[in-house]
T-cell receptor, first 115, second 111 residues
Framework: NAGVTQTPKFRVLKTGQSMTLLCAQD?????MYWYRQDPGMGLRLIHY???????AKGEVPDGYNVSRLKKQNFLLGLESAAPSQTSVYFC??????????????FGSGTRLTVV | GDSVTQMEGPVTLSEEAFLTINCTYT??????LFWYVQYPGEGLQLLLK?????DKGSNKGFEATYRKETTSFHLEKGSVQVSDSAVYFC??????????FGTGTSLTVIP
């Protein structure tokens, strides 16, 4: 089915390790986003991209880097994982600016634990 | 800045009970308003939306009306089912490039 695919679904890291989360969409969406979801805090925007080759910081960008080398892929990197980065990470994409009333399509999430 | 406030949960209801989850917002201009639903172990799915004042969004028996005078977008369903158990998020989008989400309300429906 068309949509947003996130890999991996689960991962356990040791403090200081690095990893990359991959988000792929096949809907030709321009906009892509990375959120983290923590209990009692809803979803918080980490980084986003408004097109191939572009990235921008969201609400909580520290400790993360992103790249959008291809339109369909949006990568989220953790260079040196910390326990505070234990969370569920969601990728989302949209066709147009959100102010136009177009919703997001979300991936199923990556559950990351940093020990 | 823009923000969304929704009622805290968890909410537990018996099957066929009436559901209301309150959502109010703060925003300049004319935002679009959304309700998303997250089932256990899954990502968020768009449930319904409204893009201008007095619009009513509806889907799967759920409804919400965009009330600009009270800056609200409360979610309602007349008769909940066990399958409605999930976490519900209110959200808004404005002229920027992102959504603003509420903290989510967990609903459990018991038979």
């Amino acid at each position: 089915n068309a949509g947003v695919t996130q890999t991996p679904k689960f991962r356990v890291l040791k403090t200081g390790q690095s990893m990359t989360l991959l988000c792929a969409q096949d809907m030709n969406h321009e906009y892509m986003y990375w959120y983290r979801q923590d209990p009692g805090m809803g979803l918080r925007l980490i980084h986003y991209s408004v097109g191939e080759g572009t990235t921008a910081k969201g609400e909580v960008p520290d400790g993360y880097n992103v790249s959008r080398l291809k339109k369909q892929n949006f990568l989220l990197g953790l260079e040196s994982a910390a326990p505070s980065q234990t969370s569920v990470y969601f990728c989302a994409s949209s066709y147009k600016r959100t102010g136009g009333g177009y919703g997001y399509t979300f991936g199923s999430g990556t559950r990351l634990t940093v020990v | 800045g823009d923000s969304v406030t929704q009622m805290e949960g968890p909410v537990t209801l018996s099957e066929e009970a009436f559901l209301t989850i309150n959502c109010t917002y703060t925003a300049t201009g004319y935002p679009s308003l959304f309700w998303y639903v997250q089932y256990p172990g899954e990502g968020l799915q768009l449930l319904l939306k409204a893009t201008k004042a007095d619009d009513k969004g509806s889907n799967k028996g759920f409804e919400a009306t965009y009330r600009k005078e009270t800056t609200s977008f409360h979610l309602e369903k007349g008769s909940v089912q066990v399958s409605d158990s999930a976490v519900y998020f209110c959200a808004l989008s404005n002229t920027g490039n992102q959504f603003y989400f509420g903290t989510g309300t967990s609903l459990t429906v018991i038979p």
